[in-house]
Nanobody, 122 residues
Framework: QVQLVESGGGLVQAGYSLKLTCTGSGRSFSEATMGWFRQAPGKDREFVARINWRGGVIYYGDSVKGRFTISRDNTKNTVYLQMNNLKPEDTAVYYC???????????????RGQGTQVTVSS
C-alpha cells in the first residue's frame, strides 16, 4: 500500500518556526516531484512548494517565498518543509503530494497524504 504520512504540525505563535516532514512508503518516490499545498477552512487549496526529483528545480507560492524552504532526502523517501516567520494566515491543513510525470499542482497529483494541521496564533 502506497502512503504519504505528514508530521510536524502543531500550534505556534506568530514569528516562530515549524518543520513538516512527509515520508512515503510502499514505493520509491526518488524520481517523483514532491511538494506541499495547504487548505484553510472555507478557502481553496493553495500551492505552497514543490521540488523536482534531483532537488534542482524548486517553486514556491508567492505567499511563502522567503519564509518557507522545501527540501528532500531521497534515501529516506522524505520531503520536508521548513516554515519560518509563521503568520496567522499560514494556518491551514498542510498536505504533501507527489507526481511522477507532469506538473504537480493542487489539483494534479498521484498521491497525497492525509494532512497535518498547522495553527499560528497572533
Amino acid at each position: 500500500q502506497v502512503q504519504l504520512v505528514e508530521s510536524g504540525g502543531g500550534l505556534v505563535q506568530a514569528g516562530y518556526s515549524l518543520k513538516l516532514t512527509c515520508t512515503g512508503s510502499g514505493r520509491s518516490f526518488s524520481e517523483a516531484t514532491m511538494g506541499w499545498f495547504r487548505q484553510a477552512p472555507g478557502k481553496d487549496r493553495e500551492f505552497v512548494a514543490r521540488i523536482n526529483w534531483r532537488g534542482g528545480v524548486i517553486y514556491y507560492g508567492d505567499s511563502v517565498k522567503g519564509r518557507f524552504t522545501i527540501s528532500r532526502d531521497n534515501t529516506k523517501n522524505t520531503v520536508y518543509l521548513q516554515m519560518n516567520n509563521l503568520k496567522p494566515e499560514d494556518t491551514a491543513v498542510y498536505y504533501c503530494a507527489t507526481r511522477d510525470f507532469g506538473l504537480l499542482t493542487t489539483g494534479d497529483y498521484d498521491y497525497r497524504g492525509q494532512g497535518t494541521q498547522v495553527t499560528v496564533s497572533s
